[in-house]
C-alpha cells in the first residue's frame, strides 16, 4: 500500500466519512431541522421579535446534530435521552434572555418567543431522530397556534 493510500484511509476514519447512505440521512436531518426551525423563525421574524429566523434556525440545526451525532455513532437511543434533558434544561436558558418585564406596564414580553425556542428545539431534535414528519407535524400545529390564536382573541375582545 502506498503512502498515499494510507494516508487518505487514515484520513477518512479521523474525519469519520460516512458511505453514501449515511451521508443522504444526516443531510435530510439537518435540513428538515434548518427548513422547520426556519418556518417557526419566519413567523417571529415577521412579528418583529428579537428570536428570529437565525436564532429559529440555529437552535433547531443544533438540537438535531446534539441527537444525530450520537445516534450516528452508535450510541445507544435510551442514552440519547441524557443528551435530550441536557438540551431541554439549556434551551431554557436562551429562551429567558428573550423574556423581559416592562416596569412601568408590569407586562412580560417575550414568553411566546421564549415558548418558540423551546420548541424549535423539540423539532430539531424530532428531526435529528430520524421523526421527520413529528417534526413537520409539530411545526404545522405550532404555526397553526401563533397564527390562530391572536385572531380569535381579537375577536373574542370585540
Known amino acids: ?88 434544561s439549556g434551551i431554557g436558558f436562551l429562551g429567558a434572555g428573550a423574556i423581559i418585564k416592562l416596569e412601568r406596564d408590569e407586562r412580560i414580553e417575550g414568553l411566546t418567543t421564549a415558548a418558540g425556542i423551546w420548541m424549535v428545539s423539540a423539532v430539531g431534535m424530532a428531526a435529528g431522530m430520524g421523526m421527520e414528519v413529528m417534526a413537520l407535524a409539530t411545526t404545522l400545529i405550532g404555526l397553526a397556534v401563533v397564527n390562530t390564536i391572536p385572531r380569535i382573541m381579537r375577536n373574542a375582545e370585540r
Open 1 to 88: 500500500m502506498s503512502v498515499t493510500a494510507e494516508i487518505g484511509q487514515a484520513l477518512a476514519r479521523e474525519f469519520a466519512l460516512p458511505d453514501a447512505g449515511t451521508t443522504t440521512v444526516m443531510v435530510v436531518r439537518l435540513l428538515t431541522a434548518t427548513v422547520l426551525g426556519g418556518m417557526l423563525g419566519l413567523e417571529r421574524e415577521s412579528k418583529g421579535r428579537a428570536a428570529g429566523l437565525k436564532t429559529h434556525m440555529l437552535v433547531s440545526i443544533g438540537s438535531a446534530l446534539f441527537v444525530m451525532a450520537p445516534l450516528l455513532s452508535g450510541i445507544a437511543p435510551g442514552d440519547v435521552t441524557r443528551v435530550m434533558q441536557g438540551i431541554v
